[in-house]
Each structure stands twice: as C-alpha cells, then as structure tokens.
C-alpha cells in the first residue's frame, strides 16, 4: 500500500499544493496512491494524538507513506525520529519529496537514522544545558525561583501534578504552553507557574 500524508497546521493553509507535490512525483515515479490522510493539526502534537499514528499502525511490511517534506511528520528532530524508527521497524518506508528521502530498510536508511538520532540527543544535551546554565545564572542573581510561600497557585499546582509525566513529554516534544493548556483544559498561565515553580527549578 502507498499513502499520501498531507498535514497543515490550520485551517487557513491548503492542502492541495502538497497533494499536488505528492501526485507530480508518483506520476513521474509511475505509482499510484492507495489511501490519502489529511489533517490539520500542529506538528508539535505528538503523532499518538494525531491521524498519523493510526496510519504508522496499520502499516506494515513494504508499505510506503509520501509525504512532501519531513517537516510534515513533525516539528522537531526528536519527533521526526521516533516516528522514523517505528515505521523502520514495521518495515514501513518513509519517502519524502522536497528532502529526497527515501527511508527503508537498507544500510542508508539505517545510517541516516543514526544521524537523526545522535543529532536530536545533542540537540535535548544543548537544550538541558543553557536551560541549567540560565538558572544557575539567575540563582547566582539572588532572584527568587518557584512560587511564593502561601501562594494561591499551590491548589491548581496540585491538579497539575498528576499531569507531570505528560507535561515533561510535552516539552522535551517542545510543545507550546498553550497546547499543554488545552490539552488540561486549564489556562495557560497556570502551565507556565507550574513549569517554572516545579520543574525549572528543578
């Protein structure tokens, strides 16, 4: 089976110039496409949340997913990668067009993953790094880090605390405050004072 995945972020952006892109390059790689998936949702949201997920699921050995370029799948690297990973290792290929990829099971495909991987850990070690070097920064400063003793977050703080697996998830995905908001349904003030009380204070 080959699929044709198509992903905007909003309702404003169209699909049609990546079903275009998809359908000039199957004409002129003389492929049809078997099932199309469109949708329009951020790509900081992790693929499990999105139609992308079903579709690495039910795709199996020598299936193909075109789509016209890797940042369709998501919008980082580590994203990209564990999306990679799992479709090499239902033996799902990943063709992209504007990127040139054509990811397998081959030893070129297994390479170039191997680069994906080792760049977005040095990616999350940079990130880990200047977020310890602005705290320690900001400490040696004198200022204040977390909340106020008596402060009157502490309750909706404690709602958040049994969110904090998903939360951690969620940024290291590098997924706005906001989309943490509406996905627990609070305000997006509260996910800020929590990520900075309990976690960057950490």
Known sequence: MRYG?????????????????????????????????????????????RRLGKLIQQAGEGDIIICSELSRLGRNLYMIMEILSLCMSRGCHVWTIKDGYRLGDDIQSKVLAFAFGLSAEIERNLISQRTKEALARVKSE????????????????????RHESYIRQALQEKQSYRSIAQHLHCSRNTVSNYIQAYIMEE
């Open 5 to 49: 995945y198509i992903r905007v972020s909003s309702d404003k952006q169209t699909v049609e110039n990546q079903r275009f892109e998809i359908n000039q390059f199957c004409q002129q790689e003389g492929l049809t496409i078997d099932g199309w998936i469109e949708e329009t949702v951020s790509g900081t949201r992790t693929y499990t949340q």
């Open 142 to 161: 004198g200022k204040h880090l977390g909340r106020p003793d008596g402060s009157k977050t502490h309750q909706k703080a404690m709602m958040l605390y």
